[in-house]
């Protein structure tokens, strides 16, 4: 039996060393692959002990992008910090670093790694388009540019620096600017996809329909031959569907490339394109047709006699939950502060618990009036139980599926109640697609929010899918909110686009990890911001 007993543990011993030890081509998987190959080769070459100094400090390099690639911020910056100490003078540690912080939405610290980045070494330009892209998700178009300019000063050829500047120009609705620079990015790289599909995004929203079915098509062809880019070729393929409704998009593997070529199209007037369905249970949008045939004016919102109210709900501290949540605070606020400027009455309640939801929503029902323009938004917890989205108070005690139910508060009879009260328009913003935070407890719910039906002049967005559960992040705002924020403050932009670019957007910073959901039933445009100079009230 001893002899048994040692044979096991000789070829356990041996099992380890052979695992611990480097396959041949290692190095180069750890330096070029990505996600967990990359992470095993590197953890080989690092446990080996056979790397010091500077070349150890690069194996750490490697397996902290590894991990970023795998969404392990927090195992890309164990690994950032341990490069950074062994070799405190190259800037790629810095910037490898300022990638994890952005990663996890702490882009000040990102900001600081990469301004030390290039601090060490002013001539890189890639740590230009890092800070670049750090700057503009923090809303400072002004620093991005200028980063982007800077990265093009150093390589004008770079395509990466013309795309990200696209962006920006994009974010301001400097659709001229923005098409110029993807244009240039598509100059030098014309199978990009996302190059492309950015193009076609600010040819649309400028009212350019034909130049912007055509980058579309050109993206779905040059992502279907790239074989990459899940956001390019999804949101090609849905704005060609918005742009041809009566015409089917062709497969992509049948698609043939348009030209990449520069576009420059004719000015023409803003289209109003209409927003598909994003759900299972979305009515189809009333918006009209991307043509530019006179539309009939619809009735709107300003012509209504009610008020236009919000109650907008932060839920952070939950006692019998993880850590506490950072954004659900801070995003209640800063959306008070915009509807607020754009003529919304608007209540904010934060870290309710059970009777303090149910007294602030019947609170905010007793003040919607016949005509009214009534907006919820929910930030928190939000769980699915009998295909049904509740939302969850601060001191819930859940247990079980039916405790679901009995705390949480039934999004569906939230809308029911303001459409009872006599609203013209619901609108309701939910970012709580968040994991369960019981799950330990139970795990029979199914994940994420369940869709909703949508009452008659209703428009509704979700942060994620239906039954899609997102990882809470480290940022002081959410990725949802910034982008919402984005297309919030566009004038002349009808609500259900202000939803769909949103959507667009999140997607594109989240590479399609997150793609909110937008159900409509809306009959007329409604509008959050009129066309206006003057930015109170409704178009």
């Known amino acids: 039996m001893s002899s048994l007993i040692q044979l096991i543990t000789a070829l356990a011993l041996l099992t380890q060393a052979q695992a611990a030890t480097p396959a041949a081509d290692d190095a180069a998987t750890c330096e070029r692959a990505a996600g967990a190959e990359a992470i095993a080769a590197c953890d080989r070459l690092i446990s080996s002990g056979s790397a010091q100094g500077r070349a150890l400090a690069r194996l750490y ?17 164990a690994d950032c910090d341990e490069a950074v100490r062994l070799d405190p003078a190259a800037a790629a540690g810095y ?5 994890a912080f952005r990663s996890k939405r702490e882009f000040a610290r990102a900001i600081a790694d990469y301004s030390e980045a290039i601090r060490l070494d002013p001539q890189h330009a890639d740590a230009y388009v890092r800070r670049g892209r750090a700057l503009r998700a923090r809303g400072e178009y002004e620093g991005a540019t200028a980063d982007f300019g800077q990265a093009l000063r ?22 001229d600017r923005a098409i110029a620079d993807f244009n240039e990015a598509t100059r030098l790289d014309p199978d990009n996809p996302v190059a492309l599909t950015n ?12 130049p912007a079915r055509a980058s579309f098509q050109a993206a779905v062809a040059a992502a279907q031959k790239r074989g990459a880019s899940k956001w390019a070729r999804e ?6 569907a918005a742009l041809t409704p009566s015409q089917p998009v062709p497969p992509a593997a049948a698609t043939s490339a348009a030209p990449a070529a520069p576009v420059a199209a004719a000015p023409a007037a803003p289209l109003a394109a209409p927003v598909p369905g994003a759900g299972p249970r979305a009515a189809p949008s009333a918006a009209p047709p991307a043509t530019n045939l006179p539309q009939a004016r619809p009735q709107l919102p300003a012509e209504r006699a009610g008020p236009r109210l919000a109650l907008l709900i932060g839920i952070s501290s939950y006692p019998e939950a993880d850590a506490p949540l950072i954004a659900p605070k801070n995003d209640a606020r800063v959306l008070a502060g915009e509807l607020k400027r754009i003529g919304f009455e608007v209540e904010v309640a934060e870290d309710l618990s059970k009777g303090g939801l149910y007294w602030q929503i019947e609170n905010f029902k007793k003040r919607i009036k016949p005509g009214s323009t009534a907006l919820f938004f929910f930030s928190g917890y939000g769980l699915q139980a ?3 989205t509740y939302l969850i108070p601060a001191d819930a005690q859940i247990w079980r599926e039916a405790d679901v139910a009995r705390d949480g508060t039934n999004l569906e009879t939230v809308l029911a109640d303001m459409n009872g009260q006599g609203a013209a328009v619901k609108l309701a913003i939910i970012d709580a697609s968040r994991r369960n935070p019981y799950e330990r407890r139970f795990r029979s719910v199914a994940a994420g929010l369940a869709p909703i039906n949508v009452p008659k002049d209703g428009l509704v967005i979700y942060s994620a899918g239906p039954g899609e559960a997102l990882a809470e992040t480290a940022g002081e705002q959410s990725l949802f909110m910034s982008e919402l924020l984005k297309e919030l403050r566009s004038p002349g932009i009808s609500a259900e686009e202000v939803f769909t670019r949103t959507r667009i957007g999140v997607s594109r910073a989240s590479e399609a990890e997150q793609v909110p959901w937008v159900a409509s039933s809306l009959l007329d445009l409604v509008y959050f911001v009129r066309a206006t100079a003057d930015r109170r009230g409704w178009r």
């Open 154 to 175: 150093l390589d004008p050829n770079n395509a990466v620096a013309f795309l990200d500047r696209g962006l920006v120009w994009l974010d301001q609705h400097e659709y």
């Open 95 to 99: 910037m490898a670093r300022g990638d």
């Open 235 to 240: 949101t090609a393929r849905e704005r060609l």
């Open 61 to 77: 390099r490697n397996r902290c992008a590894a991990h970023i690639a795998a969404r392990d911020a927090d195992g890309a910056l």
């Open 386 to 388: 009998n295909r049904q």
């Open 199 to 210: 193009r076609g995004l600010a040819l649309e929203r400028k009212g350019d329909a034909a």
